[in-house]
């Protein structure tokens, strides 16, 4: 979809070369912004948790609980895909 505008932009950076305006160390460079990056993970000790408006605290878990109904979800996925499998096996 950028092609022509990136093939244009070379064609432009050649002639500008070719006529001396740039120098042959001139490099061209994305206007695009670098983008999202994540921050570096630092290793705290502490974990901080909000208690709950009834004053109980959670601390948070290696791995969450799935809601019963996603896990009953995946279980009729699968059976539907194995018998889609086995159909299509013959």
Known sequence: MTEP???LARAADIEL???SVLGPDDVLK???P???KY???TTATETWVQPRLDGTVDLPRDQPELPL???EVAEYNRKRQ???DRA???
């Open 30 to 32: 994305s206007a695009e």
């Open 17 to 19: 070369k070719r006529r």
């Open 39 to 41: 921050p570096a993970q």
């Open 69 to 71: 109904q996603v896990s």
């Open 88 to 90: 299509h096996r013959g």
């Open 5 to 7: 505008t990136r093939r």
């Open 82 to 84: 194995a018998e889609i």
């Open 34 to 36: 670098e983008g999202f």
